[in-house]
């Protein structure tokens, strides 16, 4: 990784050369960025994500070739410590699936306004999992359809596991989490895990989707609205 620490660069993946331009930009003129890159080229996003050390990375999830998978799949593996947002537009993308088993951190549209869009791009980068408004029943959808059964029993969960899934359908951040609930980040992460398992979720955003979708969040967590 060539990045010095301490900078923050982000990289915007999208076919569409002025909102992947206008997107970077703002967010580089608001100063949340140190640098921003921009590319329609999937082969160059795959050379950046090798070769810098990146804070962010957006997606469009209706890139060609299943190649928007195939990059945030490199982030999660190259680059742990990076948020990766998938970005949906229109129809929603068949790939919607795979996306929220590879835990990406953000699902967002392209109809926010910029003040919106720069506040859920802090949110990420603060340790939260956000997802446009607008999007929560596709997901919980797109849930149902990949097999994932509606209906659960969170009787199965203790206290202290019901309360991190409330915390979790809120967005916030393991580290947010253990703050919260004067533990370690350590604990939460246990915690989490066996939430998961007796659950039957493979993935956090699962969790959190499902929860989300019936209330099921702790007083007092709930993150700001996006659209």
Request: glycine content about 8%.
């Amino acid at each position: 990784m060539t990045e010095e620490q301490g900078q923050k660069t982000l990289l915007v993946v999208d076919e569409s050369p002025i909102f992947r331009q206008a997107l970077s930009q703002v967010l580089k003129q608001k100063g949340i960025f140190s640098t921003a890159i921009d590319t329609g080229s999937a082969e160059k996003a795959s050379s950046e994500i090798a070769s810098r050390r990146l804070a962010m990375v957006i997606l469009d999830l209706a890139l060609p070739n299943h190649k928007a998978l195939e990059l945030l799949r490199e982030v999660k593996e190259l680059q742990p410590q990076c948020k990766g947002i998938i970005l949906l537009q229109g129809a929603h993308n068949d790939e919607l699936m795979a996306a929220i088993r590879l835990e990406a951190d953000g699902f967002l549209t392209k109809k926010h306004t910029v003040e919106e869009m720069v506040s859920m791009v802090e949110r990420v980068l603060s340790g939260q999992m956000v997802i446009s408004d607008s999007l929560t029943n596709v997901l919980a959808l797109t849930l149902r359809n990949g097999g994932v059964e509606e209906e659960k029993n969170v009787d199965c969960l203790t206290s202290r596991e019901q309360e991190v899934l409330g915390y979790i359908a809120s967005g916030l951040s393991n580290k947010a989490i253990a703050s919260r609930l004067s533990i370690t980040d350590g604990t939460v992460k246990v915690h989490v895990k066996h939430m998961l398992k007796k659950l039957g979720f493979r993935s956090r955003v699962e969790a959190a989707v499902w929860a989300s979708e019936r209330g099921f969040r702790t007083p007092g967590s709930e993150p700001k609205k996006g659209a």
